[in-house]
């Protein structure tokens, strides 16, 4: 019998930046192996253009992603919930694994400030990918 697939809530502010590319890398490496969403406190109007080009850099593309407001609902059906510098604006619901990536905000920043941001948080989704194989195995 299969293990049902675990889940991840990526939480930012705006779900601009940060949050949508830890989401492109978890959908890329993990492939349906998890379930991926991510949202904002206070979601932006649109995907920040320099996280776009960055991610596409790496062949993940974000362009047609939108930030999403977050929700109760969002967070409740989350195995893991991973904050980004959204403060006390996240939701606390027992029984989740809570982790917070202290990660700089790459929201008005080029694409030459953003590449470091982006590379820390594939580091941070490879190291969560193991942990989720990890619980599963």
Request: net charge negative.
């Amino acid at each position: 019998m299969t293990a049902p697939l675990a889940s991840v809530l990526f939480v930012c502010v705006h779900n601009a930046g940060r949050s949508q590319m830890a989401a492109g890398f978890l959908r890329h490496l993990a492939g349906d192996r998890v379930e991926v969403r991510s949202a904002g406190s206070l979601p932006g109007d649109r995907v920040n253009p320099s996280a776009v080009a960055a991610m596409a850099e790496l062949g993940i593309d974000l362009a047609d992603q939108q930030p999403k407001v977050l929700t109760p609902e969002a967070a409740q059906a989350s195995d893991y919930i991973i904050t980004m510098g959204c403060g006390d604006a996240c939701p606390y619901f027992p029984g989740k694994i809570y982790l917070d990536w202290q990660l700089d905000d790459p929201a008005g920043q080029g694409v030459e400030a953003v590449r470091p941001i982006r590379d820390e948080i594939k580091t941070f989704v490879e190291g969560l990918i193991a942990d989720i194989d990890a619980r599963r195995a």
